[in-house]
Each structure stands twice: as C-alpha cells, then as structure tokens.
C-alpha cells in the first residue's frame, strides 16, 4: 500500500491543521492506521491510532485533547485535526498503517510524511 500525506504547513502557535492520508494500492480499509512524528535527531513518536472501522482510537498524552484522529468514509483516508498547535509539536507527521485491524503498534507501510512547523 502507498500513503500520501498532506496538509502540513506553518501556522502560529495556537493556530489550527488539518492533515490528510490517503491510502493506495493494496487497500488499508481493513487496517488500523495511525500519525507518527519526527524531529531532527529524536526517535518517532506515536501520535495518535485509529482502527479500522473509526472506533477504538488512541492519543499520546502530549496531544490528547488538542488533536482529533478520523478515518474517511471510504476507509481508505485518514484525518488528523490539529487544535492549539505548540511550538513543540513541530515535526514531519508519518502516516502508517497497522498490520492489524485493531492498532498493534506494528505499522507496515509508511507514508512520505508532511512537515508542521509551528511559530511562536
């Protein structure tokens, strides 16, 4: 499967994103899929993870009531709605999808990733 990412950009502390996946290819319908994020010489950090169907979803504490994860209707996209963005969540966003239907924590395919860059 092939993912795209998009809709990353500069915004103003505070300021809101929204970020885009879509899948290609061999279907994610099936899958879980989830955001990682990566800045310049730290490790990838889970974000937030959403299971196949739209319904168990999962936060890193950092996010949690800030960002928003969603799966598209088709299934085949993912959505993350970024609120009161921080300086400290600049990074390039990762799409990834799970091996599993239910988050495992075991992507398999990743995504370009789109960088968010947030300005204090």
């Known amino acids: 499967v092939q993912l795209q990412a998009s809709g990353g950009g500069l915004v103003q502390a505070g300021g809101s994103l929204r970020l885009s996946c879509t899948a290609s290819g061999r279907t994610a319908s099936n899958n879980a899929m989830a955001w990682f994020r990566q800045t310049p010489g730290k490790e990838r950090e889970f974000v937030a993870a959403v299971d196949w169907r739209g319904g168990t979803i999962s936060y890193a504490d950092a996010v949690k009531g800030r960002f928003t994860i969603s799966r598209g209707y088709a299934k085949s996209t993912m959505y993350l709605q970024m609120n009161n963005l921080k300086p400290e969540d600049t990074a390039v966003y990762y799409c990834?999808?799970?091996?599993?239907?239910?988050?495992?924590?075991?992507?398999?395919?990743w995504g370009p990733g789109t960088q968010v860059t947030v300005s204090s």
């Open positions: 990834a999808v799970d091996r599993r239907s239910i988050y495992s924590g075991s992507p398999t395919s």
